[in-house]
């Protein structure tokens, strides 16, 4: 345990971090999974409107990975490279 304030602070953060940290990374996987999952749909049914619910997902996963990489939970460069490779698999289906 803990003998010192500042050593007692650091654990406190650490948690904060590892929470917040956590949120986003679950975050962008459970809706990752939902997005691939929309695009399979669009592709066996080619309905517009799937095509823009998928789209309204990947607007959320940038807008979380773009969060995330502000908050130092994700680095630049993996956000950037997962929001192409999904923006590819959207444009491709």
């Not at 956590?22 to 309905?47: G, M, P």
């Not at 990489?69 to 959207?90: E, Q």
Request: charged fraction near 40%; charge should be positive.
């Amino acid at each position: 345990m803990a003998n010192n304030k500042s050593a007692e602070k650091r654990i406190e953060i650490t948690k904060r971090n590892r929470l917040r940290n956590r949120f986003y990374k679950s975050s962008v996987r459970t809706l990752i999974k939902v997005f691939l999952k929309d695009l399979e749909v669009y592709k066996t049914s080619k309905d517009p409107n799937d095509k823009e619910k998928a789209k309204k997902i990947l607007n959320s996963i940038y807008s979380l990975l773009d969060k995330g990489a502000k908050k130092h939970v994700f680095h630049k460069n993996f956000t950037n490279k997962k929001k192409s490779r999904l923006a590819t698999s959207l444009k491709t289906a």
